[in-house]
């Protein structure tokens, strides 16, 4: 490889103003001596503001509507659904495995989506998300090796080690960011076993702690919350002293050629939850057959005759609820996939993706439970939720320091590719980021 190694370091739902008072007190110095010395920016996420969808754009360089993963569930002909998303969910060839066609090798600790444990060139270690499988690497017998190094491995759960109930008293809470912390070292230790085996290319990890620690605990990272204490922010402080450790050994590990960080969302306090379940048996009076929630978007089965108009029903009670306590409207839109997208890869589907206003969010609830839901801060797992804003910065010799780009996710497949040397096919959407002055001459195959 000519240009050295490529380092790519994900951090779940980090944004450069979450991480902007930590970087002040001088708790993030790696961290800061990338954004100095590289290029930088926020980062747009697609619609759902949701991990799986953004991270299927992220695999193949297309938005959900071409890659067709909305949230947890996969689409399938005929009126079903397969409940979890994964790698063989992806139609389009991902650039991990146009790479891998090139010749190139890969280690890749926890990246969303690699479960099935993706067959590439290199050593694997999926998420696992909802399953506990034990078979979780690539190749398989790399999962009893890990074992027998680590002990217990622990992969990213959605929550988790949230207490059930919330927090008892600061104990708890300090309790939950040490395990927070310590499923940062253990990623980064197991990334770090791996890339002292030989011959590999591009590294690729995934950081998930930073995600339920910001859902339990906004209230800590914003001065400006009403339950904010300096006490509980020097907790989180901790955390991110132990991000920006692990990224810091990992560069000393790998001596990259290049560094790219990113996040595919951001984190603001959440304002309310709404209850869909609810929300979608008040607007039908019923619940109907072959309609489905899936956190933040609905699918509507159009080949059932009734559920002819059950699509515009449902868009136009989703953007008139407003939340009681302030009167303002819950959801900036309720968009139909084909019209955002342009194209959606199951025809037959009605897919409704919704975009809230800031601070909203929804979920699945119990149809007996009030429509809204407000946080209590130690007591709730939702106090922050995902904002369309996330960050990006590649680092690496002959990259200018530039901070301030804005950027999409669509851009970063194109940008990796073309730092690879490897073609950029006609189907990613986005365009490379102009690191070098060399690479913005890189053309799309036709
Ligand atoms: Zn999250």
Redesign the pocket.
């Known amino acids: 490889m000519n240009n050295g190694k490529l380092l790519i370091l994900s951090l779940d ?1 980090a944004s450069w103003e979450g991480l902007k008072p930590f970087q002040e007190q001088g708790k993030l110095p790696i961290i800061s001596s990338l954004v100095s010395s590289g290029m930088s920016g926020p980062l747009s996420s697609m619609l759902p503001t949701f ?1 799986y969808p953004n991270w299927g754009s992220f695999w193949t360089g297309q938005n959900p509507g071409r890659h067709g993963i909305f949230a947890f569930k996969e689409l399938r002909s005929r009126g079903r659904l397969h409940q979890l998303v994964g790698w063989n969910s992806l139609k389009l060839p991902t650039w991990p495995e146009l790479a891998h066609s090139r010749g190139f090798k890969m280690v890749s600790v926890y990246a969303p989506l690699t479960y099935p444990p993706a067959k590439l060139n290199g050593l694997i270690v999926a998420d696992q998300h909802m399953r506990n499988s034990r078979n979780f690497t690539h190749p398989a017998r790399l999962a009893g090796e890990l074992r027998s190094r680590f002990g217990r491995v622990c992969p990213p759960k959605s929550e988790q080690f949230f207490p059930p109930g919330g927090f008892r008293d600061s104990e708890s809470m300090r309790e939950f960011v040490q395990k927070q912390i310590q499923s940062v070292l253990q990623t980064g230790a197991i990334a770090e076993y791996l890339l002292k085996k030989p011959s590999w290319d591009i590294c690729m990890v995934h950081f998930f702690a930073t ?1 339920p620690l910001q ?1 339990a605990l906004w209230h800590l990272m914003d001065s400006g919350h009403p339950a904010f204490s300096a006490e509980g922010h020097q907790e989180i402080a901790k955390f991110f002293e132990a991000l920006d450790t692990a990224i810091g050994r990992l560069i000393e590990e790998v001596k990259p050629g290049m560094v790219t960080l990113f996040s595919v969302h951001g984190f603001t306090a959440t304002r309310g939850i709404l209850n869909l379940s609810r929300c979608l048996f008040d607007s039908l009076d019923r619940k109907p057959r072959g309609v489905f929630l899936d956190c933040k978007a609905i699918y509507v089965y159009n080949k059932i005759r009734e559920n002819g108009a059950i699509t515009d029903i449902l868009i136009q009670a989703l953007q008139s609820l407003k939340d009681p306590s302030s009167g303002s409207h819950v959801i900036r839109r309720a968009w139909l996939a084909k019209e955002l997208y342009g194209f959606v890869s199951f025809p037959e589907w009605d897919v409704i993706v919704l975009e809230f206003n800031e601070g909203y969010t929804g979920r699945d609830g119990d149809l007996r439970a009030p429509l809204f839901k407000m946080c209590r801060p130690n007591r709730d797992y939702l106090i922050g939720t ?1 904002t369309r804003k996330g960050l990006w910065l590649f680092c690496g010799k002959g990259v200018p320091a530039r901070g301030g780009l804005q950027t999409g996710i669509l851009d970063l497949p194109p940008t990796i590719l073309n730092y690879l040397g490897v073609t950029v096919p006609e189907y990613m959407e986005g365009s490379p980021l102009p690191l070098f002055t060399s690479v913005m001459s890189g053309q799309k195959t036709e």
């Open positions: 739902g991990t995600d859902h995902h």
